[in-house]
């Protein structure tokens, strides 16, 4: 049996990827690395710490290593007194920055329709209750 809807049919086996890369993807930060690193072929840690405003490096840390391990991102360390890490997309992330730039697209063009769907609902709430 497959999960379906009108727009996407998905098989029980496929379903786990999905929530996983939805996962992935819904994760506060990750968004944001994946964009610093379609700006530039490749970053320092540093670097994406600037480029990512506000995140910790805790927090930079386990979205790297995450993106990493699931094949997105490629870490490459040169044997240099300090050690120097350099990180960039993989080829399979890079084919992330279409589907990820139409999404950004979608919700900058539709976001003062569900803003202002969101307060009709709210309104209508607070009538029920």
Do not use: D, H, P, W
């Given at each position: 049996m497959s999960v379906t809807n009108k727009l996407v049919r998905i098989e029980p086996s496929q379903c786990a990827a999905v929530d996983q890369l939805v996962a992935l993807l819904g994760e506060k930060w990750t968004l944001l690395v994946l964009g610093a690193l379609t700006k530039e072929p490749t970053l320092r840690y540093n670097d994406l710490q600037r480029a990512?405003?506000?995140?910790?490096?805790?927090?930079?840390?386990?979205?790297?290593?995450?993106?990493?391990?699931?094949?997105?991102?490629?870490?490459?360390?040169?044997?240099t007194v300090p050690p120097r890490v350099d990180y960039e997309l993989t080829p399979l992330g890079r084919t992330l920055i279409v589907p990820v730039r139409a999404l950004l697209h979608w919700v900058i063009d539709n976001r003062a329709a569900m803003a202002e769907t969101r307060l009709k609902y709210a309104k209508a709430r607070k009538k029920t209750a």
């Open positions: 990512v405003r506000g995140i910790s490096q805790r927090m930079l840390t386990l979205r790297l290593r995450k993106l990493e391990e699931n094949g997105l991102l490629k870490r490459t360390v040169f044997a």
